[in-house]
């Protein structure tokens, strides 16, 4: 079966780093575009950034351009987001998840629907 296992949240102050991790397994994960997705208290669930399957283009929201980084490492089978400069803002449950049509991030930034088998998410608190 097709899983993704989200960690790497953590509280810390703003300016911290984080690095989430969403780990795959049922399925090669150079298959598919990974997004991430982040989720706040109250609010709608909203795509942070996105990968595709060969790595070779990336989406970001505009919220976290120049301090966010999404990359993938096939061989462990593992998307990464490196966040930088966080700010409380970035408050949040970060969740990852599988583009179930096509494989470039196309639906990134349109509509959730277009992903699936998400994760159960990994809480990021950035406060001082």
């Known amino acids: 079966q097709l899983q993704l296992v989200e960690s790497g949240g953590d509280l810390v102050q703003p300016g911290g780093s984080l690095r989430l991790s969403c780990a795959a397994s049922?399925?090669?994960?150079?298959?598919?575009?990974i997004g991430w997705f982040r989720q706040a208290p109250g609010k709608d669930r909203e795509g942070v950034s996105c990968i595709s399957s060969s790595g070779g283009s990336t989406k970001y929201a505009d919220s976290v351009k120049g301090r966010f980084t999404i990359s993938r490492d096939n061989a462990k089978n593992t998307v990464y987001l490196q966040m930088n400069s966080l700010k409380p803002e970035d408050t949040a449950d970060y969740f990852c998840?599988?583009?179930?049509?096509?494989?470039?991030?196309?639906?990134?930034?349109?509509?959730?629907?277009?992903?699936?088998?998400w994760g159960q998410g990994t809480e990021v608190t950035v406060s001082s």
């Open positions: 998840a599988v583009e179930s049509l096509g494989k470039q991030c196309g639906s990134f930034g349109y509509s959730l629907i277009g992903f699936d088998v």
């Open positions: 049922g399925f090669t994960l150079d298959d598919y575009a």
